[in-house]
């Protein structure tokens, strides 16, 4: 069975930083890209950033390259997503996807 957790979110003020976690298991994960979503109720769900299989390639949405960074660590089956300089626009619900499948999300709160 596909399972996808994300982990990390809270409450972080403005200016501060996360670092998001995606565990994943039931597939081969060194053979699956991954990427970074995230939603604000209302609004359609945002792509943030996408890594390739082998950790190699990396593509960051315009908006976010400066300030999110995704990373992977396949010896743990693990996904992550840097984010620094955080702003109450970046509060929302953060997933991560692979394998044709899907987390339940971690909410990311960011308010003074």
């Known amino acids: 069975q596909v399972r996808l957790v994300e982990s990390g979110g809270g409450l972080v003020q403005p200016g501060g930083s996360l670092t998001l976690t995606c565990t994943a298991s039931g597939f081969t994960f060194s053979d699956s890209a991954m990427r970074w979503y995230r939603q604000v109720p209302g609004q359609e769900r945002e792509w943030l950033a996408s890594i390739s299989d082998d950790g190699e390639l990396t593509n960051h949405a315009v908006p976010f390259q400066d300030r999110f960074r995704i990373s992977r660590d396949n010896a743990k089956n693990t996904a992550y997503l840097q984010m620094k300089n955080l702003k109450p626009e970046d509060t929302a619900v953060y997933y991560c996807?692979?394998?044709?499948?899907w987390g339940p999300g971690t909410q990311v709160t960011v308010s003074s």
């Open positions: 996807q692979g394998h044709e499948s």
